[in-house]
């Protein structure tokens, strides 16, 4: 690897529902990055076994994900695209980072509690040390940079954490075995897309995800204009004018949501959008809103659905990409058993 080129690492779980967050917040960024760094990217399905999935369902959704990759722009000739589980030395090394983590951070990552609420108990202990598995995939390929929307960061800074404790506690052995100061690179968080936390249509205060029940409040790549143009129709917003100045906007969360996805998907700034909607009736923000996400977002999604079925062709882009990330993977935790003392 030349050393001014970035190592990215970054993964999506198959959980279903690819949706404008995913895209917006990482998919995009994934594609722009892909031209002048070497970059990795996984369809993490053992991260989405963290909560229930239809076994019948998990196979497709691992081909959804892919297919929206491919999709979006990623070229398999220019980024190692595979899935999590071909590669066991993410879960081995996961296990030897649980070694390395403390209970105390993991007790600290907000995600988890968010997404356990009241019910802590009857979570899966995966969805618990889901952070630290993260940290594995990622510090396997040494990657230096992380592209993920904002709610990854507090992960990111974990696996730097779990990194730079390794690089502490081992670092006697990683001199001798070695001949460096440190093992495992420190990897630095891309939270730079165009909108980094994409929110709800009916909660500018939620973030838009897959999980949520109902689908009224996402986009999903697969959704047909009509699915957009309701969606966006019934999304929330409140009885004000549209304002001139972004300061004036203050916690009108839908609007600035709404705002943010059209200046995300065309590419302007905020400031912009807003000048040219201020003193206009939502609808009209809506309407156009509607013809760019279909303008944008549905010739992805057609083009998904064109490639979904083609198993061939998607499997053997798995194999291949795995094939890759396996032969940078494997002498990362060779190394690693080496230094903790295990090989
Ligand atoms: N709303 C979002 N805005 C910006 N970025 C987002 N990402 C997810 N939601 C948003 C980014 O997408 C990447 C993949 O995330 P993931 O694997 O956690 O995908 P997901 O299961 O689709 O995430 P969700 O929708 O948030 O589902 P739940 O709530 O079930 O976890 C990451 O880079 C993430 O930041």
Redo the contacts with the bound molecule.
Sequence with gaps: MCDRVMRVF????P?G???L??Y???IVNFVELQDANQCIYCV?DL??ITVWQDPEKLKRNIHEITAGFIASGLDPKKSIIFNQSSVQEHAELSWLLNCVARVGWLNRMT?FKE?AGKNKEKMSVGLYTYPVLMAADILAYKATHV??????KQHIELSRDIAQKFNIDFHDRILEITAKDEFFVLPEPMITGP?????SLRDGQK??????LSDMTRINLLDTADQISNKIKKAKTDSEAIPEKMIEIGDRYELINLLSIYAGISGQRKEDVLSEFSGKQFSYLKEALTDLLVQKICPIGNEMNKIIDEKEYLGNILQEGAKKARAIAHPVLEETKKIIGLA
């Design positions: 970054s993964g999506i779980q959980s529902n690819l949706h967050g995913n917006l917040g990482a993490v991260h989405s995600q997404k592209p993920v929307g904002e709610d990854q909108v980094t936390r994409v929110m973030k838009m995800s897959s999980s949520e």
